[in-house]
Structures are given as structure tokens and as C-alpha cells.
T-cell receptor
């Protein structure tokens, strides 16, 4: 069964550094998402992406964040200047060819900002 | 925006008994309600979902009920087994794309 994959599984960075988190959505999916989960808290929506543009973003997704689909398979989340509070598990998700289909999650990238 | 409340935060049941987890939502426009199971250190996995045009859906030992008038939905697990131990998240989605999650329920199955 195809799955969403993410790299790296863990990333440690210094405050102020840029990080890029990578995701490979399920191959025939058209809708892509990023969520984050601060340790011990609920999963929070960051952004959704469809047809090469952002379709929705939350209040968390400020100017420090950006997303990109640089090629036909990868979907990336960039944090320009990391803060301590960006430390969290970041999940990528994808869903099928129509709006509103089930979202399938990747294994996550645990980001630690020191 | 949407707000989802989930109870209880921890639920301990004897193996073989039933478990019920409840969620309420605030946005009457929400029309899709998935439940995810997350084992320690792993990805959230969809276990069942329901759309607002039905009141109940069942898949083997798992069922979900939806009360649109009261804006609440519940997960029912019957004949619980040790492998059911995990954190369960409810979520809701309305006209937007992103899911709004509850805070999660840590389900513990006692042998």
C-alpha cells in the first residue's frame, strides 16, 4: 500500500537557522498538507497546497514558513529563521484527486531547535 | 474557526470491555469527521471516518456516531484488545481543507 514518506526523521538546528523538511506524497494524490504537533499536544494544521499554490493556511503559518513543490514528487516546508517554539513533530499529509478525500499522514520529522 | 473538544484525555478499560471517546465541534458547517489512531512515535493512522449525511458507521469492532444537532460525535470500540492501546484523535473539517483536531485520548487496555 503506498504511503507518504518524509525526510529527515529527526533534525536538530540552531535558533535562527533555516530548515527544509521534505515529503513525498502518495503518487496520484493532488492535495498536500503540513501539520505540526508540539510534544504532548494536539495536531495543528499549518497549510494546504493544491495546483501549485497554497489553498489554505492557519495563523501559525506566518512569513517564516513557505511551501514548495519543486518537482513532480517532492513537497517541502521551509522555516526561514527557526525559533525555539518551532520545536515539534511536523507531519506531511496528502489526499486524492477530489477535494475532501481522506488525508493520509507521513511518519513525521521531529524538529528540535536549540 | 472550528474548535474541537475531546474527552476523556485518558481512558483505561479492561481487555474485552468497550471504550467510548467523545468529541464536540463548534462549526455547524463541518461535514467530515475522521478518527486517527497514533501509536507512540508513529504517524496518525485513519481508523474510521463519517460524513455529515450519515448518523452512524461501523467497521468490525469500531463504530462512529454523529449527532449533527448537538454537534458531537463519538468513537466506540468493542471487545478491546491490547493492540488497541494508543492515542486516539478526533478531527473535524468544514468548508476548508485543514483538519481541526481534538487534544487526543490516551486509551489504555488493561490485561
Amino acid at each position: 500500500e503506498p504511503e507518504v514518506t518524509q525526510t529527515p526523521s529527526h533534525q536538530v538546528t540552531q535558533m535562527g537557522q533555516e530548515v527544509i523538511l521534505r515529503c513525498v506524497p502518495i503518487s496520484n494524490h493532488l492535495y498536500f498538507y503540513w501539520y505540526r504537533q508540539i510534544l504532548g499536544q494536539k495536531v495543528e494544521f499549518l497549510v494546504s497546497f493544491y495546483n501549485n499554490e497554497i489553498s489554505e493556511k492557519s495563523e501559525i503559518f506566518d512569513d517564516q514558513f513557505s511551501v514548495e513543490r519543486p518537482d513532480g514528487s517532492n513537497f517541502t516546508l521551509k522555516i526561514r529563521s527557526t525559533k525555539l517554539e518551532d520545536s515539534a513533530m511536523y507531519f506531511c499529509a496528502s489526499s486524492g484527486r477530489a477535494r475532501g478525500e481522506t488525508q493520509y499522514f507521513g511518519p513525521g520529522t521531529r524538529l528540535l531547535v536549540l | 474557526g472550528e474548535n474541537v473538544e475531546q474527552h476523556p484525555s485518558t481512558l483505561s478499560v479492561q481487555e474485552g470491555d468497550s471504550a467510548v471517546i467523545k468529541c464536540t465541534y463548534s462549526d455547524s458547517a463541518s461535514n467530515y469527521f475522521p478518527w486517527y489512531k497514533q501509536e507512540l512515535g508513529k504517524r496518525p493512522q485513519l481508523i474510521i471516518d463519517i460524513r455529515s449525511n450519515v448518523g452512524e458507521k461501523k467497521d468490525q469492532r469500531i463504530a462512529v456516531t454523529l449527532n449533527k444537532t448537538a454537534k458531537h460525535f463519538s468513537l466506540h470500540i468493542t471487545e478491546t484488545q491490547p493492540e488497541d492501546s494508543a492515542v486516539y484523535f478526533c478531527a473535524a473539517r468544514g468548508g476548508a481543507d485543514g483538519l481541526t483536531f481534538g487534544k487526543g485520548t490516551h486509551l489504555i487496555i488493561q490485561p
